[in-house]
């Protein structure tokens, strides 16, 4: 009979288990206490640490490929604000997931990697220095030993807090089994550095914007990291002012007066709008070339201010204050009085349910040039068949263009781009699956392009696995379409351009999934009735688009390159 942990030995003591006692063991009793759920794919630097979290009944999501299990990780975060976990063996394992760890690192997103790792006595001949390589895209490096496996596991968690960024917790090989020893000290953790807001700042602030006619504010993430949200939203309805967002901000001030995603995402008639603000306030966004839509976003002359707590990545428009974020939306809103008389009463289309539809103003016809579907009208036409309560996940490529201009969420957690940061596709399985595995209450939408869809096609299975309720789009252009757009357009050969047109629809049913393939509106039928009908399960729709059609940002992208 083989020994399990309910049995006991001849003194009447259950025996030590082989995942209990040494120091994978003690890692994983932190990664309990401190996570909510950990994303990974077992070898042998990390098998006695997920054996030790999976017996005791700890939730563990596998990936198929080491690339998803951080894809799936920072996703998780994205969905839920919550620090996430994630884990790989050594070597191949680490190096597999380096990609979607170099995103984290630029999408500055908490989650703490334990890896295996070279013994601490050398490299052997199939061996990297992974410290290195982390150090090489920004991250750094804990390595757990027998005198401070808990210590050191608790401090990766602290870091990744406070730092806001990927920490790599490794677990040296020949010490994974190692049992504990003497505590080792730590250092304490040096305080995060204050940034308080000065009195002469929030005046000169106060007076530019109740001086200003049309003022507009545009809030980022780090709003939401400051908790600043309501009352930044505050200083606007006082102001009267218009509101914008990034990606990673969308629908934060739910408000009537919200114009959207600022950058590329921005719909024409939105950006018209946009374009009339003589203030821009902006808080906690970065104002990257994205977000100012290569820096055509506001007409020249535009007064910015840029409020952050991170160093000023040097944006030539902005006066930039650095300052903790809510202290200072705080300080503003006791100095700002309510205005008689508003920029909103000169503009009241913007909370209008024709100014907030879906439809696509900017070009609503069914096809493109070459016959297949214009993609601007399937995703205006997928926002009002999919349920209201959705997670949008999206995956990288030239596809990226049209779901966030068109497809609407509950809230910023609800708009989830994994990818973006290190400009890389092949994301949207992994992610997509973290995003159902943080948020099963809502219904996973993964919008995909064929070209990122085929790379991360291993981890298409984990989605099915991890989803109660999903849809998949991909946008098949039987092409790279950025490369197309881009180069083809300026007469370099398209053939390593182009892909052999998959039917996603047909490798989800083999999967265990319905689908359809979509090449007209019509096509979109099934989708709705299935959606009507079906509690569980995954639905994959493959749609044909346009290989002529390109997205506003890329158009932008294009023509300030010359």
Excluded at 195 to 209: G, N, S, Y
Excluded at 229 to 252: C, H, I, K, Y
Excluded at 388 to 404: L, Q
Excluded at 457 to 476: C, I, M, P, Q, S
Aim: charged share 20%; glycine share 8%; net charge negative.
């Amino acid at each position: 009979m083989t020994s399990t942990s309910t049995e006991l030995v001849a003194d009447g003591k259950a025996p030590v288990l082989p995942d209990e006692g040494h120091v994978s063991a003690i890692v994983a009793d932190v990664v309990a206490e401190r996570a909510r759920h950990l994303f990974g794919l077992m070898g042998n630097g990390n098998a006695h640490l997920i054996s030790r979290l999976t017996r005791r009944g700890f939730p563990f999501t596998s990936a198929r490929h080491e690339s998803a299990t951080v894809a799936m990780a920072d996703a998780y975060h994205r969905a839920t604000g919550d620090i996430a976990a994630a884990t790989t063996t050594y070597g191949a394992g680490f190096t597999n997931a380096y990609t979607t760890l170099a995103e984290a690192r630029m999408a500055r997103i908490p989650l703490v990697l334990v890896v295996g790792d070279a013994p601490s006595t050398g490299l052997r001949p199939f061996d990297i220095d992974q410290a290195k390589a982390a150090e090489a895209a920004g991250v750094v490096t804990l390595v757990a030993r027998p005198g401070n496996a808990a210590a050191i596991t608790h401090r990766a968690f602290d870091l990744a807090l406070q730092t806001v960024q990927p920490v790599v917790l490794a677990i040296p090989y020949d010490l994974a089994t190692a049992p504990p020893s003497a505590p080792e000290p730590l250092e304490p953790l040096p305080v995060k550095p204050a940034w308080p807001a000065e009195p002469d700042d929030l005046e000169r602030v106060a007076a530019l914007l109740a001086a200003s006619e049309r003022p507009l504010i545009l809030g980022g993430r780090g709003v939401l990291l400051a908790r600043a949200v309501e009352p930044l939203r505050q200083v606007g309805d006082r102001l009267g002012a218009l509101f914008m967002t990034s990606v990673m901000a969308a629908n934060a001030f739910d408000s009537p007066w919200d114009l959207g995603i600022a950058g590329g995402f921005t719909r024409s008639h939105r950006l018209d709008v946009a374009r009339r603000a003589d203030l821009v306030l902006v808080v906690g966004a970065s104002l990257n070339i994205f977000q100012t839509r290569y820096g055509t976003l506001f007409p020249e002359g535009t007064k910015v201010i840029r409020v952050d707590n991170e160093p000023d990545p040097g944006h030539p428009a902005a006066d930039y204050i650095r300052a903790d974020i809510r202290p200072f939306i705080e300080g503003l809103l006791e100095r700002i009085p309510t205005a008689s008389s508003t920029w909103r009463s000169q503009v009241p289309d913007v909370s209008e349910a024709e100014f907030r539809s879906s439809v696509p103003s900017e070009d609503p016809v069914e096809f493109g040039p070459d016959g297949r579907l214009n993609p601007r009208a399937v995703v205006a036409a997928l926002d009002r068949i999919l349920p209201a309560e959705r997670s949008v996940v999206m995956d990288g490529g030239h596809f990226i263009g049209w779901a966030p201009m068109y497809l609407s969420v509950p809230d910023p957690h609800a708009m989830i781009l994994v990818g973006t940061a290190f400009q890389s596709i092949g994301l949207g399985f992994g992610s997509a699956a973290g995003v159902s595995v943080a948020r099963p209450e809502r219904t996973t939408v993964l919008v995909s392009g064929d070209g990122g869809g085929l790379m991360g096609l291993a981890d298409f299975e984990t989605f099915l696995r991890a989803t109660r309720k999903g849809v998949v789009v991909v946008l098949n252009d039987s092409a790279y379409g950025a490369e197309l757009h881009q180069y083809a357009a300026k007469g370099l050969h398209n053939q390593a351009m182009l892909i052999d047109e998959v039917d996603f629809a047909a490798v989800g049913r083999a999967l265990g999934a319905q689908g359809t393939k979509a090449r007209t509106l019509a096509d979109l039928a099934p989708l709705q009735e299935w959606l009507a009908s079906h509690e569980e399960g995954v639905y994959v729709l493959d749609v044909a688009i346009s290989q002529k059609v390109v997205a506003e940002f890329m158009a932008e992208s294009v023509a300030a390159k010359g």
